[in-house]
């Protein structure tokens, strides 16, 4: 059976555009605090330096690095408690195989990165919620 081309949804058609960014040195709770005001769930932990990593920091690192662990949100940094490196999935990369990268990694959203950059951010929900496909 052939794929009709124009039937593929890519993953830059589907992603958040809106990237929300922290610096790795910033506290736990001004990390919740930039959440609620964006609306969030993730936060994208920026480089140090160009052969650095990206990080992405969510809500649920703050749940088991502050309240499960007892620590306060003031003393505990973004650094500590994000992932890094990302798993990131490629801007024209057909959604199907988005949703089996991002599933089989046991993970919920993934960044979209176009040559080099970071363009947007791709979950579970968008792949569903967010196209014709239900």
């Known amino acids: 059976m052939e794929i009709d081309k124009k039937s593929i949804i890519r993953a830059r058609e589907v992603m958040q ?3 929300v960014t922290i610096d790795g040195m910033a ?10 005001k964006k ?15 990206w990080g992405i920091v969510v ?9 499960i662990s007892g620590r306060s949100p003031e003393d505990v940094h973004v650094y500590e408690i994000m992932t890094k490196p ?12 988005v949703a089996r990268l991002i599933y089989r990694a046991g ?4 960044p979209v990165e176009k040559d080099g950059d970071i363009v947007g951010i791709v979950s579970l929900s968008s792949l569903v919620l967010d196209n014709d496909l239900f």
Not at 39 to 53: E, I, M, Q, S
Not at 59 to 67: H, N, R, Y
Not at 86 to 97: K, Q
């Open 107 to 110: 993970i919920r959203r993934a």
């Open 17 to 19: 555009k809106a990237i």
């Open 59 to 67: 809500v649920q690192d703050l749940v088991k690095g502050v309240i």
């Open 86 to 97: 990302i798993i990131t999935v490629p801007a024209d990369m057909d959604i199907r195989y």
């Open 27 to 36: 506290t736990a709770k001004e990390a919740a605090a930039k959440m609620k």
């Open 39 to 53: 609306k969030t769930f993730c936060l994208l932990v920026n480089k140090r330096h160009p052969d650095d990593a």
